[in-house]
């Protein structure tokens, strides 16, 4: 299984959604559920998210693939969490 990282916003709207989206398809998909997604807000973690090539949030990687910058959709999330399993 790969890693995921999602970067983020504390105040951002779309991060907040972002965040629901992938509890709601841990809760939907039990094979979802062991994905481990590391958070990273970008404010309290400048240096990490600086080593990584993206402007806009959420941005998720896969591994050390970006996958998905900016708004996002349940049905990108579920995508993203099963890139992690391939």
Do not use: N, W
Request: charged share 30%; with cysteine.
């Amino acid at each position: 299984m790969k890693s995921v990282k999602l970067f983020y916003l504390r105040g951002c709207p779309f991060c907040k959604r972002a965040l629901q989206f992938v509890a709601d398809a841990k809760a939907a998909h039990p094979e979802l559920a062991d994905v481990e997604v590391e958070t990273i807000e970008e404010s309290e973690q400048p240096e990490v998210a600086g080593s990584y090539d993206y402007y806009y949030v959420p941005t998720f990687y896969v591994g050390e693939v970006k996958c998905h910058e900016g708004d996002i959709t349940s049905d990108e999330v579920e995508q993203v969490l099963r890139k992690a399993l391939q």
